[in-house]
């Protein structure tokens, strides 16, 4: 399975500034999550500005480092903000967290993220397991050439039942992908709720199907940090997303770390 030649660049510039050559597990953290990054041992990071060929982040609640250390005595790298297409990037560029981790060897990945509620039971500050995404017929594969069968379910099994061993409630469902940046209109979200979506977000949906493309156990968590157009009244704010994560920083580090620990 191919990975851009440039990955292996990164790397070799990693492993020169402190980076092991190779890892238990790659995390990705959503907006507003990145304090998970307080949870590493033996920690060491690296601003993406300093690492060749890496692209920057520029949305709110992504501080653009990446960092390596040690969770429940695993070696870890953790990339505190993602790359998303409605910045301007590629979808090679967004899968890059995905691209590394498989030239690191990890054995699994972490993907988190803020997202917006469509299912209507579900609250802000939820916790939910993805276990399908929803892509509205767009090709969002780096490598679309390449076919291949996408499987979620297996991984979305295992995370809630490491959840619910954990004494910690989490919701389940589908991810609907959307490239933004706008938010979506109370039509789309009435539209995709009759379609089978749970969630709405910007992200995650290359990064869980390049990594299924690879071969790379992955487990994908969204925080519910607002409700979608339509579901409650009000303007949707980005404050929304730092005010949820604030709420469930500690929860969501404990799901993250038990998911490492047992995956």
């Known amino acids: 399975m191919s990975i ?20 238990d597990s790659v995390v990705i953290l959503g907006s507003g999550l990145g304090d998970f990054s307080s949870s590493i041992s033996e920690s060491h990071s690296v601003p993406y500005s300093q690492i060749p060929i890496f692209p920057e982040t520029s949305v709110q609640g992504h501080s653009g480092e990446l960092y390596c250390g040690k969770i429940a005595g695993k070696h870890i790298i953790a990339f505190s903000g993602r790359f998303h297409h409605y910045e301007g990037h590629d979808f090679k560029t967004t899968a890059l967290p995905i691209h590394l981790a ?54 979305a099994d295992r995370v809630r039942k490491i959840a619910a061993e954990i004494g910690l409630d989490v919701q389940r469902g589908t991810y609907l992908y959307v490239k933004g940046p706008n938010y979506e209109t109370k039509a789309e979200i009435r539209a995709f709720r009759i379609l089978g979506a749970d969630v709405v977000g910007m992200s995650t949906a290359p990064e869980l199907i390049e990594a299924s493309r690879l071969n790379i156990p992955a487990a994908a968590v969204s925080l519910i940090t607002n409700m979608a157009a339509g579901v409650e009244a009000g303007k949707l704010d980005h404050s929304e997303v730092k005010k949820a994560a604030e709420q469930r920083k500690e929860d969501f580090a404990r799901l993250v770390t038990e998911i490492i620990s047992r995956l």
Do not use: C, W
């Open 102 to 155: 498989k030239a690191f060897d990890a054995k699994n990945i972490v993907i988190s993220n803020a997202a917006g509620a469509i299912n209507t039971t579900f609250n802000i500050g939820d916790l939910m397991v993805i276990d399908d995404v929803l892509r509205l017929f767009q090709k969002i594969s780096p490598f679309p050439s390449e076919p291949f069968r996408y499987n979620l379910y297996s991984i």
């Open 4 to 23: 851009p030649d440039y990955i292996h660049q990164i790397k070799e510039y990693l492993v020169e500034n402190e980076f092991p050559p190779q890892v």
